[in-house]
């Protein structure tokens, strides 16, 4: 019965970790701020990187001209354009 028990336990802190281990705080998703960036012109994401507080999105624009977007991490609204 001790075997039976300690299986049972080991099985369901196994299933609780993966949502334990996840915990965004909050703070939107990389997605997210790329959707935010290519709705200010984005077409083409090169490189992404999370800073601080806020997700800095880097790539070309239709014309393939650099563009950088910095979105806020906790609302998504955009704090910065680079063109």
């Known amino acids: 019965m001790r075997k039976h028990l300690t299986f ?3 099985m369901a802190l196994g299933m609780a970790s993966p ?3 996840y915990d965004a705080g909050g703070l939107i998703s990389m997605q997210h701020a ?4 290519t709705q200010i012109g984005v077409v083409a ?3 992404t990187q999370f800073s601080g507080d806020e997700w800095q999105i880097e ?3 239709i014309y393939g001209r650099h563009i ?3 979105v806020d991490a ?3 609204e955009v704090r910065n354009v680079d063109r």
């Open 8 to 10: 049972a336990l080991v």
């Open 19 to 21: 949502a334990l281990a």
């Open 34 to 37: 790329i959707n935010v960036a």
């Open 45 to 47: 994401v090169s490189e």
């Open 59 to 61: 790539g070309r624009d």
């Open 68 to 70: 950088e977007v910095d």
């Open 74 to 76: 906790l609302t998504g």
